[in-house]
């Protein structure tokens, strides 16, 4: 096996791979342009209200759960396409059980927003009245 040396520059490099993942994801993928739009809506909630330590990473975790989802989803969805472009039934069940993942994530991430930011927002709004 070859083993290769530690280099500061790959590493550095393999970043670039990375952002450049997060670019295409949001040029192409429309479905994780809506995600940012809900994760912009918790961080402005974020900005308004005061969260601990815990409720903060909660909304980390579900936020950080919905785009790793997409990005597999659609990181799958390419692969698919591209090994087999034509209609295949195979195909159409790893990318709907690639999609289901991403529809798990996004639901456990707004029951998990819920939780976090509802209490908030009712306290608010008792407050106001």
Avoid: W
Avoid at 14 to 43: C, D, P, W
Avoid at 53 to 59: H, K, P, S, V
Wanted: hydrophobic content about 55%.
């Amino acid at each position: 096996m070859n083993k290769e040396k530690f280099s500061v520059r790959k590493r550095l490099k393999s970043f670039g791979y990375a952002f450049n993942g997060l670019k295409v994801m949001y040029q192409e993928e429309h479905n994780a342009r809506i995600h940012l739009v809900f994760t912009s809506i918790v961080l402005i909630f974020i900005l308004i209200f005061r969260f601990t330590l815990i409720e903060y990473g909660m909304l980390a975790l579900a936020i950080g759960l919905v785009f790793m989802a997409e990005l597999f989803n659609s990181a799958i969805e390419n692969l698919c396409d591209h090994l087999t472009p034509e209609q295949n039934s195979k195909i159409k069940k790893v990318k709907d059980l690639s999609a289901a993942a991403v529809l798990v994530s996004a639901f456990t991430s707004f029951v998990i927003g819920c939780l976090v930011l509802l209490p908030k927002v009712v306290l608010f709004y008792k407050l106001m009245m």
